[in-house]
């Protein structure tokens, strides 16, 4: 089954949001998730403890640069998908897990400093496909996004486009209820209510319907 | 609130590529990184000889030939003087019956 590694060496670009969204959707869909925290500030244990965790879904904690491959490797078995959560700084953690991705997702803010850093993992994966000789699909997905698209939005979505970039459909937008998971566990569905819920379902379930294509599909 | 599924997974679909977890693979992996950054950041483990447990001392004066032999024994078992010091102390408190 496949390994979905969330890279991206900028802090705060939303991996562990994306990460428990993309998990939690799977596994309502159907899937046997585990999700690995290889954060050192144990964003997704946090998630973890604070709810019994949902059906389906598993959390491995502390996994380090030493043991990330063989943990991946391990977990890396029929019937079941592995969700990487990446601590945002530039680290050999990063090389190994991108080196074991079926499919890479970089999650950005739709701002210039966050597309400047998060296009570092995207020249890591271009040198590791060259060093494995093989192809390491990626895809970014905007974050923390706004109804009415910026600009600058528009400006860094152009030019990722242009450089053969995948961008995911539907970017995760700006939600009361993506960041209150982080303070209630569980998932969208089982938590109370924050803001729109039906929006933000919808948005999440999308998102992970986008990613499991390119699953599916290959990207 | 929505809570139906919003689409099921069909597991059969979803494949898993086959990767290379060689060490010469995964150090290829680590040098392009390097290069661009990606470098260790596990904290490194502390170099040198780990400290003694034994921090006691005793202040004890041996006649010469004793003190020889104790260094001469110690050195042929590969263990401090204060080894020597603590089962002979054991022997004692045996023989005594403390």
Request: a neutral charge; glycine letters at 10%; proline letters at 4%.
């Given at each position: 089954?496949?390994?979905?590694?969330?890279?991206?060496?900028?802090?705060?670009?939303g991996?562990?949001t994306t990460?428990v969204l993309?998990?939690t959707e799977?596994?309502?869909?159907?899937?046997?998730?585990?999700?690995?925290?290889?954060?050192?500030?144990?964003?997704?244990?946090?998630?973890?403890?604070?709810?019994?965790?949902?059906?389906?879904?598993?959390?491995?904690?502390?996994?380090?640069?030493?043991?990330?491959?063989?943990?991946?490797?391990?977990?890396?078995?029929?019937?079941?998908?592995?969700?990487?959560?990446?601590?945002?700084?530039?680290?050999?953690?990063?090389?190994?897990?991108?080196?074991?991705?079926?499919?890479?997702?970089?999650p950005?803010r739709?701002?210039?400093?966050?597309?400047?850093?998060?296009?570092?993992?995207?020249?890591?994966?271009?040198?590791?496909?060259?060093?494995?000789?093989?192809?390491?699909?990626?895809?970014?997905v905007f974050t923390m996004t706004k109804a009415?698209?910026?600009?600058?939005?528009?400006?860094?979505?152009?030019?990722?486009?242009?450089?053969?970039?995948?961008?995911?459909?539907p970017p995760l937008m700006e939600r009361a209820a993506f960041s209150a998971l982080f303070e209630f566990?569980?998932n969208l569905r089982?938590m109370p209510a924050q803001g729109n819920m039906d929006g933000a379902i919808e948005n999440a379930a999308l998102f992970?319907?986008?990613?499991?294509?390119?699953?599916?599909?290959?990207? | 609130m929505s809570?139906?599924?919003?689409?099921?997974?069909?597991?059969?679909?979803?494949?898993?590529?086959?990767?290379?977890?060689?060490?010469?693979?995964?150090?290829?992996?680590?040098?392009?990184?390097?290069?661009?950054?990606?470098?260790?950041?596990?904290?490194?483990?502390?170099?040198?000889?780990?400290?003694?447990?034994?921090?006691?001392?005793?202040?004890?004066?041996?006649?010469?030939?004793?003190?020889?032999?104790?260094?001469?024994?110690?050195?042929?078992?590969?263990?401090?003087?204060?080894?020597?010091?603590?089962?002979?102390?054991?022997?004692?408190?045996?023989?005594?019956?403390?």
């Open positions: 089954m496949p390994t979905i590694v969330i890279a991206s060496p900028k802090g705060g670009a991996k562990s990460a993309l998990g799977l596994a309502h869909a159907g899937a046997n998730i585990v999700m690995l925290d290889c954060d050192p500030n144990h964003s997704l244990t946090l998630w973890a403890d604070r709810a019994p965790l949902p059906d389906r879904i598993r959390v491995l904690s502390n996994v380090t640069e030493s043991d990330i491959v063989r943990t991946i490797k391990q977990h890396d078995t029929d019937g079941q998908i592995v969700v990487v959560d990446l601590e945002g700084v530039a680290s050999r953690l990063v090389s190994r897990a991108i080196s074991q991705a079926d499919l890479v997702i970089t950005m739709a701002t210039t400093l966050d597309a400047t850093i998060g296009v570092r993992a995207l020249q890591l994966i271009a040198e590791e496909e060259e060093a494995l000789d093989r192809k390491i699909p990626h895809s970014v009415i698209r910026s600009k600058q939005h528009s400006g860094i979505a152009e030019s990722l486009a242009g450089q053969g970039i995948d961008l995911i459909d566990g569980g089982n992970a319907q986008a990613v499991y294509k390119r699953l599916a599909q290959g990207v | 809570d139906g599924k919003a689409f099921s997974i069909d597991l059969g679909r979803l494949k898993s590529r086959e990767k290379d977890r060689s060490p010469q693979a995964i150090e290829r992996v680590e040098r392009a990184g390097e290069e661009l950054g990606f470098v260790s950041r596990d904290g490194q483990k502390r170099r040198g000889r780990k400290p003694s447990p034994r921090t006691g001392q005793v202040h004890a004066k041996v006649l010469p030939g004793i003190s020889e032999e104790i260094a001469i024994e110690a050195k042929r078992r590969g263990v401090q003087q204060g080894v020597l010091i603590e089962e002979a102390w054991t022997l004692y408190k045996e023989k005594s019956g403390i």
